[in-house]
Nanobody, 116 residues
Framework: QVQLVESGGGLVQPGGSLRLSCAAS????????IGWFRQAPGKEREGVSC????????YYADSVKGRFTISRDNAKNTMYLEMNSLKPEDTAVYYC?????????WGQGTQVFVSS
């Protein structure tokens, strides 16, 4: 079964850290461009970070640049989003995505809540 399964979300205080994981099954993540998106209540889903399939270059939204780090472990068929210095405005449901040509897979989402 082709799927992406996320984990690692939760409640954290401002300034804290979380690491989100997204494990792929049924396909080889190495062949895909990968990315993380988030959707806050009442807002549209937005791109947070991604890694190009072609050259491995990374992209970060301005709002997370310098605080978040995207990575992948091909041996584990898993992608990660390391989030540091979290802010209340980072509160959202975070989704992972893998794309290759017309093939596109999304995770089910994991909730991140930043609050004191």
């Amino acid at each position: 079964q082709v799927q992406l399964v996320e984990s690692g979300g939760g409640l954290v205080q401002p300034g804290g850290s979380l690491r989100l994981s997204c494990a792929a099954s049924g396909f080889t993540l190495d062949y895909y461009a990968i990315g993380w998106f988030r959707q806050a209540p009442g807002k549209e889903r937005e791109g947070v970070s991604c890694i190009s399939r072609n050259d491995g270059s990374t992209y970060y939204a301005d709002s997370v640049k310098g605080r978040f780090t995207i990575s992948r472990d091909n041996a584990k068929n898993t992608m990660y989003l390391e989030m540091n210095s979290l802010k209340p405005e980072d509160t959202a449901v975070y989704y992972c995505k893998a794309a290759w040509g017309k093939a596109e897979h999304w995770g089910q989402g994991t909730q991140v809540f930043v609050s004191s």
